[in-house]
């Protein structure tokens, strides 16, 4: 039999991919990397926002946003309801065990007004169980009332059937 490329093979001699006879419907195909896989129900990320409000971030206090389901933080968008002046205040974040997510963020008070925004990436304790919270500490560090408004990204994987 003479050699012949694969990719060069025309449509009457293509066949499924190995397995496909035997996968039950509205399943595809996962490599494992090591030159095999298994058919399962598709995977999708899914992205879904928990929020909340700190009503004065120029007081030192937290808030607590529910985690309705097992998940991922990604990270958070906060956004000034007002501008801040004396100093920067630091938002921070905790899981329910009181476990770091990450890094403080500043929300600077130097040209801050209505509208300002910061952002947060979670790097630490990211993994979070169903029916815990996310708590969300601000030192008040600055002057002037001013709300926070603050929203988690949250992902997890699910299956989809169909």
Known sequence: MADVLHASITDPYLHEPKGAAAASANTVYHADGA??????L???LE???VSGVIADVSSP????????TACTIVGATMVLGAGITGAD????FFNSSAASLG???TITQSGSAAGSTFSFTAELNTSLSAGTYVRVTTD???TTTAPLYVTLLLSK???RNG
């Open 140 to 142: 008040g560090g600055s």
């Open 103 to 105: 890094d403080a963020v």
């Open 89 to 92: 205040s630091l938002v921070t």
């Open 35 to 40: 030159g095999s896989g298994t058919w399962a």
């Open 61 to 68: 206090g937290s808030i607590y946003l529910p985690i309705p």
């Open 47 to 49: 992205f879904f926002c």
């Open 157 to 159: 994987t699910v299956t």
């Open 42 to 44: 598709p995977q999708v």
